[in-house]
């Protein structure tokens, strides 16, 4: 069942960066985030605790689920959405694919026995390497200063997102992994609602002008669908596996950026998409060598 969910995470997130460009454009960037994730999790928790009897969590536990929700939810998915007021939808996703580089940096860092093999290494770089390529055919758009904060912005999301991914594996209590997916959408979406105060042009806003579409669609399959999935994946899965789903993102996002929204697709991108489909294969390879290892020294 995990890896069903990795897949279906693949595609669905790869779906949002497209979904999430077409909903900001002309709208209050972390407002559109606020509603959608806020909506999403007061659904995910009060589905919970109606139908599947949930009890709240203590004190402790809630202040725990903010915090993650403002790494994970309002500094990954926040800062992302505002980003894309300027930059592609497919170049935010390419950026966003580095979570999983920053996941083993801190683990090299903090957690010596979630240290990654060569071949994972490995694996990660040569993904690393194809993304880069995509990268550089955007390198003239540097020159617009708005492009720039946008490349910024989604660096510091990818970042967050995957510490908030760290902190909440490491923390990991047994607790139920949709609730607390739940919670964070909704503290998440409540520190951008508060931020959306602060930097949100409210000079042309409507509420006749709310993408409904978007919204509902990031609301009900990118977030309380999605969000809930990759929590249990953390419950189950090693992260440097569960973060797999930074890599396909973007190739998703890519073709549906050019498909829909016209934008840039060539050979050279093409061949880049190989080249880190690759690094994931090697990924993978690593973890099952490194799994057989463990397996046998246990023997």
Known sequence: MAYIYLAGICIIWGTTFLV????????????????????????????????KKVALPTFSHIIKQAIAGFLMITMGNGLVSWAEVYIPSGLAAIIC?????WVIIINLTINRSERPNALIVMGVLIGLAGILIVFGEHFADFANSNYRIGIMLTFVASLTWAWGSINMKRS???????????????????WCFIISLVVDDYSSFSWSTIPYLPLLY??????????????????????????????INPLVAVILGWLILDEKLNTKIGFAIAITVL?????????????SMSLNQQN
């Open 20 to 51: 999430m460009r077409i909903g900001v454009q002309g709208f209050p960037p972390f407002l559109f985030a606020s509603i959608r994730q806020c909506g999403a999790g007061i659904i995910l928790v009060g589905f919970l605790m109606l139908f």
């Open 97 to 101: 694919s580095l979570m999983p580089v």
């Open 172 to 190: 990991a209590d047994g607790s139920n992994p949709y609730q607390n997916a739940g919670l964070q959408m909704v503290f998440g979406g409540l």
């Open 218 to 247: 990031l609301s009900l399959v990118g977030s309380l669908a999605a969000f809930a999935m990759y929590a249990y994946l953390l419950t189950k899965l090693p992260l440097t596996i569960a973060s797999l789903f930074s890599y």
């Open 279 to 291: 690094g994931i294969y090697l990924v993978n390879l690593g973890y099952q060598r490194k799994k």
